[in-house]
């Protein structure tokens, strides 16, 4: 099996190397594709994905993740939802035992981009992304037609996400509903997404002291 790999010229230039394994197959690539292109220079960072990309389960995206996991120097990150799954607790764990950041999103990836325009109540979802996919649609006219089949986030609805100090926001909304589930484990923060965890990570929004 192929082996990704930072390029020996990422790490001579000081930046900080993340490996980042997702669920999807573009969506949550290009959200990151993106983050490296704005922030990536000027913060010191580059995140590095599969070469290729394909619908996984969480299972999969953490067997993915070795194919660097142990690496020195590489920071690895699973991103997933939730959906509903019975064995999330368990990968979860799996993940940690391996050293692998978990930015887990429940029900989905998209209650993350819409705390990136408003906040979302902590009423439970039981697993069903209805309420937030019609919210996204009618909070930014970048997102009206966000459906599936349409869920790439190109150049216009990132700068739809980043304007206004969207992601300084959404951070600080992910970390209020995060803040009801502490003693939670992972299959039952309905609703909560840790992706404000990776932003923290990369530098783009610092953590409160």
């Given at each position: 099996?192929?082996?990704?790999?930072?390029?020996?010229?990422?790490?001579?230039?000081?930046?900080?190397?993340?490996?980042?394994?997702?669920?999807?197959q573009g969506t949550e690539y290009d959200y990151l594709g993106y983050l490296n292109q704005f922030y990536g220079s000027d913060l010191r960072f580059i995140i590095r994905s599969p070469s290729q990309r394909r619908g996984l389960s969480p299972s999969r995206v953490?067997?993915?993740?070795?194919?660097?996991?142990?690496?020195?120097g590489i920071e690895v990150w699973a991103l997933f939802d939730?959906?509903?799954?019975?064995?999330?607790?368990?990968?979860?764990?799996?993940?940690?035992?391996?050293?692998?950041?978990?930015?887990?999103?429940?029900p989905s990836f998209e209650l993350w981009l819409l705390l990136h325009f408003q906040d979302f109540s902590t009423a439970?979802?039981?697993?069903?992304?209805?309420?937030?996919?019609?919210?996204?649609?009618?909070?930014?006219?970048?997102?009206?037609?966000?459906?599936?089949?349409?869920k790439r986030i190109d150049a216009r609805r990132f700068d739809a996400l980043r304007e206004d100090d969207n992601i300084r926001r959404a951070v600080d909304r992910a970390r209020r509903l995060s803040?009801?589930?502490?003693y939670q484990t992972p299959a039952n923060r309905d609703p909560s997404t840790d992706v404000h965890l990776l932003?923290?990570?990369?530098?783009?929004?610092?953590?409160?002291?």
């Open positions: 099996m192929t082996r990704a790999t930072s390029r020996p010229q990422d790490r001579r230039r000081g930046n900080r190397i993340f490996y980042a394994v997702a669920e999807g953490v067997d993915e993740t070795d194919r660097v996991v142990g690496e020195t939730h959906d509903g799954r019975p064995d999330i607790d368990q990968v979860c764990a799996r993940a940690n035992r391996r050293h692998v950041r978990v930015a887990l999103s429940h439970a979802q039981g697993g069903s992304n209805d309420v937030i996919m019609e919210r996204l649609r009618a909070v930014h006219p970048a997102f009206a037609d966000y459906r599936e089949g349409n803040d009801h589930f502490t932003i923290e990570r990369l530098g783009i929004v610092r953590r409160p002291r």
